[in-house]
């Protein structure tokens, strides 16, 4: 504990220029070079400003909930000016990583769905999870996003201001330096993965500067009588058009590997329209976030926690849209137990309208079910174990299906590790014949 504690400390002090360090380094494969420079300058004259970096201890709530509100200002943070790209989406969407990733839409799906005279300029997806959980073939042509969740989930109404054709999509990003590890150890693809973790003791380590974002984006028409637009003058929902579409975003999940076992943090708006059931303890839990609110107590659905004064002044340093003054932290995960209690995380929209039952929801303990066994695939379809538990084994504590006193996985003997990555496991078994896993041209 002592070596992750000073590698951890060191890692915090240079965290907040590392995205941008790694990202000069691999500029020349994923974008424009000098806008991108520009932009990155920017970004951390902002952060630099932001003194949040200060190491977590074990069960320090308070620590670590500002660690999380860390990396969402790093993420959020605007770029080529107040009124530029957020940060994360200068990095790269993990259709960018391999165009043949499982669930990727296709260049045909892609020019039929878009809308007539918008340029496109965003891979928006459906959410993989979503889909395995109803058996949809990942790779079915057309799709880009997903239905939402219109009926109940396990006894739990969904909202009812939805519509029947309600649909939602999602983003995953890796920062530089993520995407650089994946790109230089040859992981774009699961018998690439294989062979890196037969050299490594059967299991893929990133570098503790990863980080990884996964945004979901819910447009104007999902909705009965929306109250939002783009840009949204109310200020409540921070939105975006995209692709010729109106879109909200509605859930956050940013996971970063400072920790050994990672660092799992959710946020999302306090909007009656797009999140009504956030904090709800008998779906998911309640809030928490002691050092972002003025409360030191977890919160429940429907009661208003105003964001605290020290969150307010590195919004304002960071130069965050407004909207974002609306958006909470749902709680924080870096251990699968404490007390002797699972330790559960989820998101009333992300977790929701991917099908995930009330009770069952660990970003912690799902993704540590990462893990490769080298069997091929069926066509479309993911690693034989994506998405969360096998059948037997639990969804929240220890990822393991007895003696619930520690992690015993993989479930598969001599699988390779993916270090609770799921982007890992969407990857292709290896690349078609004649197609490259070159990361696409970055788009902006």
Not at 197 to 214: D, H, L, Q, R, Y
Not at 311 to 322: D, E, F, H, R, V
Not at 392 to 400: F, L, T
Request: proline share 9%.
């Amino acid at each position: 504990m002592k070596t992750h504690s000073k590698i951890f400390a060191a890692l915090l002090s240079i965290l907040a220029v590392a995205a941008c360090l790694n990202l000069n380094r691999v500029e020349a494969a994923t974008g424009p070079r000098e806008s991108r420079k520009a932009a990155i300058k920017e970004t951390a004259a902002r952060q630099s400003k932001v003194k949040m970096s200060a190491k977590p201890a074990s069960g320090d709530a308070v620590g670590e909930a500002r660690f999380a509100w860390y990396l969402f200002l790093q993420a959020m943070a605007p770029s080529n000016g107040p009124n530029g790209p957020l940060a994360f989406e200068n990095w790269t969407e993990q259709c960018q990583l391999n165009p043949n990733m499982i669930g990727c839409p296709s260049q045909s799906s892609l020019a039929a769905s878009g809308k007539k005279g918008a340029k496109r300029t965003r891979t928006l997806h459906g959410s993989a999870l979503a889909r395995k959980m109803v058996g949809a073939n990942l790779n079915q042509p057309g799709i880009e996003c997903n239905p939402m969740t219109t009926g109940s989930l396990g006894g739990y109404p969904a909202p009812s201001n939805v519509t029947s054709t309600a649909t939602f999509c999602e983003e995953v990003f890796a920062n530089p330096a993520e995407a650089a590890f994946v790109n230089a150890k040859g992981l774009t693809t699961l018998t690439g993965q294989q062979t890196y973790g037969n050299a490594n003791g059967g299991a893929i380590t990133f570098p503790w500067s990863a980080v990884e974002v996964k945004a979901d984006w819910v447009p104007v028409s999902s909705f009965n009588n929306p109250t939002f637009s783009c840009p949204d003058p109310t200020n409540s929902l921070y939105t975006e058009t995209i692709n010729g579409t109106c879109y909200a975003l509605v859930g956050l999940h940013i996971s970063s590997k400072v920790l050994p076992n990672w660092l799992w943090a959710t946020f999302e708006p306090n909007s009656n329209v797009t999140n009504p059931n956030r904090c709800d303890p008998t779906l998911y839990d309640t809030c928490f976030d002691p050092w972002g609110t003025t409360s030191s107590q977890p919160y429940g659905k429907g009661q208003p926690v105003p964001q605290s004064q020290p969150l307010n002044q590195a919004m304002s340093a960071a130069g965050l849209n407004q909207a974002f003054n609306n958006y909470f932290l749902t709680g924080v995960q870096t251990q699968f137990v404490s007390n002797g209690n699972a330790v559960p995380l989820g998101s009333s929209f992300v977790e929701f309208n991917a099908g995930v039952l009330p009770g069952q929801a660990s970003c912690i303990t799902c993704h540590r079910y990462a893990y490769f066994d080298g069997k091929q695939p069926p066509q479309g379809q993911p690693e034989d174990n994506f998405g969360g538990p096998p059948n037997g084994w639990p969804s929240v504590g220890y990822a393991c299906n007895q003696n619930q006193n520690g992690n015993c996985t993989p479930v598969v003997p001599n699988s390779t590790s993916q270090d609770f990555s799921w982007m890992l496991g969407l990857m292709p078994y290896n690349n078609p014949v004649g197609k490259s896993s070159s990361p696409a041209g970055k788009m902006k």
